[in-house]
């Protein structure tokens, strides 16, 4: 069946560091691809996402990048604050019209201060 | 805008009781709603797909008369955990997607319920 793989699972960084995650997909019908940041107990946060027909997209300390050919995204963190401490979801559409994402596994986030 | 909310948060019950939740879309039509279990530390299972005024589409190995849904207005969808035991202990979380033009993909998440069964 279809994934998404997500790496890596657990990140460390002292603040101000930048933290990169990475996913792959499987499905090459896949057009739409969000981030989402999940804080304990909480549901989940949309922070970026980016469809199939760009290749990076940023929002001021976060961005996120696409390569279509090789079914690679990643998210990219710049200037880390404690605050972005959470474990963060990529998640990649499936099924053509049905709107149903399939997750990654999460990575969960640690910011040192 | 794009806020969705859940009822109740917490929610603990004996076993063989029945525990119904809401999702609302506070500022927003929601054409798709979407129900989803996380147990500790693991990624959100797509439990099941549901539209307004129709009936709900259940992944494989879910159980639809166990998790009831009914999405009876354009923002409100409610999911029905029947005769709970303790293995349906989890963290339900819903969502749903825009009923506008643009963004139609985006799931906006509610903040979760945590459901205990004793």
């Known amino acids: 069946g279809e994934n998404v793989e997500q790496h890596p699972s657990t990140l460390s960084v002292q603040e101000g560091d930048s933290a990169v995650i990475k996913c792959t997909y499987s499905d090459s019908a896949s057009n739409y691809f969000p981030w989402y940041k999940q804080e304990l107990g909480k549901g989940p946060q949309l922070i970026i996402d980016?469809?199939?027909?760009?290749g990076e997209k940023k929002d001021q300390r976060i961005a996120v990048t696409l390569n279509k050919t090789a079914k690679h995204f990643s998210l990219h963190i710049t200037e880390t604050q404690p605050e972005d401490s959470a474990v963060y979801f990529c998640?990649?559409?499936f099924g053509l019209g049905t709107y149903k994402y399939i997750f990654g596994t999460g990575t969960r986030l640690k910011v040192l201060a | 805008g794009a806020v969705v909310s859940q009822h109740p948060s917490r929610v603990i019950c004996k076993s063989g009781t029945s525990v119904k939740i809401e999702c609302r879309s506070l500022d927003f039509q929601a054409t798709t709603m979407f129900w989803y279990r996380q147990f500790p530390k693991q990624s959100l299972m797509l439990m099941a797909t549901s539209n307004e005024g129709s009936k709900a589409t259940y992944e494989q190995g879910v159980e639809k008369d166990k998790f009831l849904i009914n999405h009876a207005s354009l923002t409100l969808s409610t999911l029905t955990v029947t005769s709970a035991h303790p293995e349906d202990s989890s963290f339900y979380i819903c969502?749903?997607?825009?009923?506008?033009?643009?963004?139609?993909?985006?799931?906006?998440f509610g903040p979760g319920t945590r459901l205990t069964v004793l």
């Open positions: 969502s749903a997607r825009a009923h506008r033009q643009g963004s139609t993909d985006t799931q906006y």
């Open positions: 980016i469809r199939s027909n760009v």
């Open positions: 998640a990649a559409s």
